[in-house]
C-alpha cells in the first residue's frame, strides 16, 4: 500500500495501517540503527522508541519527503541522541576510571546476520559523522543538500564525509586496511 | 573485490531481521501510544464543550456524594415497607453509620432521541469515609480524568478541580450537603419524609438478595443540587442480608438549556447507575487530601 495511503488512515485512527507500516520498515529501521549503533539490544530501544512517538504524534505529521526518509531521520537523530549519552556517561566512567572502560568499545550484542555484523564493524570505525551521512544518504534516500540542513553544515562538507565514509568502508570490507 | 557502487548497493539493501519478542512490544507500546494519543487529542479537541458542560448544572447532578444513602434511609422508612420480612429503616440507616467507609462507581449515560451523546458520558469513582468526607472522581472515554470533587467535613466546602484546565473552585456546603455531611439521622429524615415510594419486589443483584424501592419526581435531588428536570425515575436495591445499598438506577428527562444547548434543543435522556459498593473497605487519607498543585487558578465560573 502507498505510504501517503497508509498515513492517511493511520490519521484516520486505523491501527491496522500502523501495523502495516511497522511492518513494512522495522527491519529497514533496525538494520539503519545497528549501522548507526553497533548494538542490536540499543538499536532495538531506539527503533522502539521511534516507532512509539511515532504512532503518538501521527496526527501532527507533515510528511515533506517520504516516510521512509522520515522514519530513518528519526532513527539517526535518536542514535546521535544515544552516542551522545554514551559519551557523557564515558566521560564521566574516565574521570572514574583512567584505564577506561567498556563503553569506549562498541557493544558485544551477536549481531546475527555475518554481513550485517561485519558492516556494522566497519561503520563502526567511522567517525560519527561519516557514518550518519552514509547511513542517512544511503538509506534515508536523503539528498546531499537536505542532510546538510539537518546537520547544520555545508554541502562540501557532507559530500566530503560521505566520500571518506565510503573509501574507508571500502577499504575495510575490502581487507586493505585493519579495523 | 567491492567497488564503492557495489558497498553502496549493501548498504542500501540492508535488512535485519527483528525478534518476535521485539516485533511484539514494539508493536503493542505503538497500539498503546496511538489510543492513548487519540484519547488525549479527542479530550482536546472537546475541551470547549465540555468546559461549557462543566459551566453547566448537569455535572452537579449527582454531585452530591451522600445523596444515595439519604434517600436510600428515608424512602424505606418512608415508603411503608416496615413489615416482618422486608428491609427496616432503623437497621439501613444503622448499617450504614456502621460502616465507616464506601467506594462504589457511577455511570452517567446521555442520549438525544435513542442516540447516545459520547462526549457527556462519564464514569466516576465515589469514595466516602465518615472521618474524612467524601470524593469522586469523574472520567470521560474511561481514562480521562475530567473533574475531581472533594466534600470536606472539616473545611465545610465543597472543591472541585479540573486537571484539564488546571483550574478548581470551592463552594460552601448546601444546607442539605450540611445536613447529611453532619450524619443527623434527625435532620436526614426531616429531608426525606415527604417522599412517596413503590415497592419492587425482591431480585438478585450479583447473587446478593436485594429489595428495590422506586421513586419518582423526587425532590430530594433538588434539595441537594439546582438541577431542573422534566422527570425523574429512580430506583435502589438493598442488599436484605446487610441492609446495605447495593445498586441504584436513575433515569431523567432534561430540557434545561445548559444541556439541549448541544442538541439544538432537543429534549436530553440521562440514566445514572451506582453499582459496585464496596463498604467498610479500608480507604487511605490521603484519598481525600486536597492538593492543589501551585499553578491551578480558580475556575471562570
Not at chain 1, 546537520?151 to 564525509?161: E, F, K
Not at chain 1, 571518506?164 to 575495510?172: A, E, N, Q, T, V
Not at chain 2, 433515569?251 to 440514566?271: C, Q, R, W
Request: charged share 30%.
Amino acid at each position: 500500500m502507498e505510504d501517503k495511503l497508509l498515513i492517511w488512515k493511520l490519521k484516520k485512527g486505523s491501527n491496522e495501517a500502523l501495523c502495516r507500516i511497522y511492518e513494512k520498515y522495522e527491519e529497514h529501521l533496525l538494520a539503519s540503527a545497528i549501522s548507526l549503533l553497533y548494538d542490536v539490544s540499543s538499536a532495538e530501544d531506539v527503533v522502539h522508541d521511534v516507532f512509539v512517538s511515532f504512532a503518538q504524534s501521527a496526527d501532527k505529521l507533515k510528511l515533506n519527503g517520504n516516510l521512509k526518509g522520515y522514519l530513518t531521520r528519526c532513527v539517526v537523530n535518536l542514535a546521535r541522541d544515544k552516542i551522545r549519552a554514551i559519551q557523557r556517561h564515558r566521560v564521566g566512567l574516565d574521570k572514574a576510571n583512567p584505564a577506561g572502560s567498556d563503553l569506549q568499545q562498541p557493544s558485544h550484542a551477536v549481531i546475527r546476520d555475518e554481513e550485517l555484523d561485519r558492516l556494522s564493524q566497519a561503520m563502526g570505525s567511522l567517525p560519527y559523522e561519516q557514518r550518519e551521512t552514509i547511513v542517512l544518504h544511503l538509506r534515508g534516500e536523503m539528498t546531499f543538500k537536505a542532510i546538510a540542513r539537518i546537520q547544520g553544515v555545508s554541502i562540501n562538507t557532507v559530500c566530503s564525509r560521505y566520500r571518506y565514509g565510503l573509501d574507508k568502508l571500502r577499504s575495510l570490507l575490502n581487507g586493505e586496511v585493519k579495523k | 573485490m567491492r567497488t564503492a557502487e557495489n558497498i553502496e548497493r549493501f548498504i542500501r539493501n540492508i535488512r535485519y531481521k527483528t525478534s518476535a519478542e521485539m516485533h511484539e512490544k514494539t508493536l503493542k507500546d505503538a497500539l498503546d501510544a496511538r489510543s492513548q494519543s487519540r484519547k488525549v487529542q479527542w479530550a482536546s479537541a472537546h475541551s470547549n464543550i465540555w468546559r461549557i458542560i462543566m459551566t453547566s448544572k448537569i455535572t452537579k447532578l449527582s454531585s452530591a456524594a451522600l445523596i444515595v444513602i439519604a434517600v436510600t434511609a428515608g424512602i424505606i422508612h418512608f415508603g411503608g415497607s416496615i413489615d416482618g420480612g422486608g428491609i427496616v429503616f432503623a437497621d439501613v440507616l444503622k448499617s450504614i453509620q456502621e460502616a465507616n467507609t464506601a467506594v462504589w462507581h457511577e455511570q452517567r449515560v446521555m442520549t438525544c432521541n435513542g442516540e447516545e451523546l459520547p462526549f457527556l458520558t462519564t464514569d466516576v469513582v465515589r469514595y466516602y469515609s465518615v472521618k474524612y468526607g467524601a470524593k469522586e472522581e469523574m472520567y470521560a472515554l474511561k481514562n480521562i480524568l475530567l473533574q475531581e470533587v472533594y466534600w470536606s467535613i472539616e473545611k465545610g466546602a465543597r472543591i472541585e478541580v479540573a486537571p484539564l484546565w488546571k483550574q478548581y473552585k470551592r463552594t460552601e456546603f448546601t444546607e442539605a450537603e450540611r445536613t447529611v455531611g453532619g450524619r443527623s439521622i434527625e435532620a436526614i429524615v426531616e429531608l426525606v419524609k415527604s417522599e412517596k415510594t413503590t415497592k419492587l419486589g425482591r431480585k438478585t443483584i450479583n447473587g446478593r438478595k436485594a429489595e428495590g424501592f422506586e421513586i419518582h419526581n423526587t425532590k430530594i435531588v433538588g434539595a441537594f443540587v439546582p438541577v431542573e428536570f422534566d422527570s425523574l425515575v429512580a430506583r435502589f436495591w438493598i442488599d436484605v442480608e446487610t441492609s446495605l445499598p447495593l445498586r441504584y438506577e436513575a433515569e431523567l428527562v432534561i430540557s434545561d438549556k445548559h444541556i439541549t444547548l448541544f442538541t439544538g434543543g432537543k429534549t436530553v435522556e440521562v440514566k445514572v447507575i451506582g453499582d459496585e459498593f464496596q463498604w467498610d473497605v479500608e480507604l487511605e487519607k490521603d484519598i481525600f487530601e486536597l492538593n492543589i498543585p501551585p499553578d491551578y487558578t480558580e475556575m471562570e465560573y
